[in-house]
């Protein structure tokens, strides 16, 4: 019979958990706010996790470009790999402590654009349909 939830499933899970409450609890680098990891993905061999994070500036960090916001989470968070690595190794029984490898997660962001892409194509669908109405009428 298969696993059902293997392996690298459950340290991956485990590693999510571990790691957003050492960023939120730990970190003090006043460059990032509110960091989601969204998901983590570890190698066959557990010798590498790569997490998938999202991050909501705060203060005075709300007026900052969007862009280079992220680009600032993602060098801070790849900049306290080892340290979040070396806390990490703390909680974890593992012989191995992956290296871990931030990325910024942009489905939220996809998924708004196609979003509003639907919204407008309905809005835009519903007035070509009003607009014939009232030229059959006349």
Known sequence: MAK???RTDRVADQIQKDV???????VKDPRIGMVTI????ISKDLSYAEL???CLPFGSQADVDE???RKDCTKVLNNASSFLRTQLGKGLKLRIVPELRFHYDEVI???THVTNLISQAV???AQNIQDDETDEEV
Do not use: C
């Open 4 to 6: 059902e939830y293997a």
């Open 52 to 54: 998938y994070f999202t």
């Open 20 to 26: 957003a409450n050492i960023i939120q609890r730990e």
């Open 38 to 41: 969204n998901q983590v993905t």
């Open 67 to 69: 862009l280079s916001y």
């Open 109 to 111: 962001e996809r998924a």
């Open 123 to 125: 809005t835009q669908d």
